[in-house]
């Protein structure tokens, strides 16, 4: 069977792809992985302040203005509480 110039370029780099990988398995072998993303924040680490909604900025009941929300952080966020 005769295969085009094309089709054997796939091939050979398929099965260069193929080598690389077995390489970096073995390579790795008994490192252990790590642990697969939380389900609170998917692995970004933080998430949305539920106070302010990410705004900064909170009602004051007392003085029936907006100030700065002092839970979360300049950007809106706080740590993830599940995974750090």
Wanted: hydrophobic letters at 30%; charged letters at 25%.
């Amino acid at each position: 069977m005769q295969l085009s110039s094309g089709e054997a370029h796939w091939r050979r780099r398929g099965g260069a792809e193929v080598g690389r990988r077995r390489k970096l398995e073995l390579l790795l072998e008994g490192i252990p992985r790590a642990a697969s993303s939380c389900e609170g924040c998917a692995g970004m680490r933080f998430i949305m302040c539920m106070d302010c909604s990410g705004s900064c900025k909170v009602l004051d009941e007392e003085q029936k203005k907006m100030v700065k929300c002092g839970v979360c952080n300049e950007n809106g966020l706080l740590h993830c509480p599940i995974c750090c």
